[in-house]
Nanobody
C-alpha cells in the first residue's frame, strides 16, 4: 500500500505561485508513475500532469508552460510548482500513484490517492 499526503495549498492572487508537495509512505515510489489531478466544484476530476519513474513529464495543455512537476525519489516526494496562476486553476488538487513505466492521464489509471489540498486563486 502507498499512502499519499498533499500539502502546500492555499489562497493566492492571480499571477502568483504555489508549490504543492506529495509525500509518500508505505513503500518506495520506485517503479511508480505519479500524477496530479484537480477537481473544481461540480466538475469531473481533471488531469493536470504526470511524471514517469524515469522523470519524463507530461502536461495538460491548460497548464503547459506554467506548471512543473518534479520528483525527489530519495525523499519519496513529488512536487507541483505552479506559476502564473489563474482563477480557473482554483480546485482541490490530488496526488496519485500507480505502478508502471508509462505516462497515465486518466484518473481511473491510478490506484492510490491523497486526500487533496485546496488551491484558490483570487482575481
Amino acid at each position: 500500500q502507498v499512502q499519499l499526503v498533499e500539502s502546500g495549498g492555499g489562497l493566492v492572487p492571480a499571477g502568483g505561485s504555489l508549490r504543492l508537495s506529495c509525500a509518500a509512505s508505505g513503500r518506495t515510489l520506485s517503479g511508480y508513475t505519479m500524477g496530479w489531478f484537480r477537481q473544481a466544484p461540480g466538475k469531473e476530476r481533471q488531469f493536470v500532469t504526470s511524471i514517469s519513474w524515469s522523470d519524463r513529464p507530461y502536461y495538460a495543455d491548460s497548464v503547459k508552460g506554467r506548471f512543473t512537476i518534479s520528483r525527489d525519489n530519495a525523499k519519496n516526494t513529488v512536487y507541483l510548482h505552479m506559476n502564473s496562476l489563474k482563477p480557473e486553476d482554483t480546485a482541490v488538487y490530488y496526488c496519485a500513484a500507480r505502478h508502471g513505466t508509462s505516462i497515465y492521464t486518466h484518473h481511473t489509471d491510478y490506484n492510490y490517492w491523497g486526500q487533496g489540498t485546496q488551491v484558490t486563486v483570487s482575481s
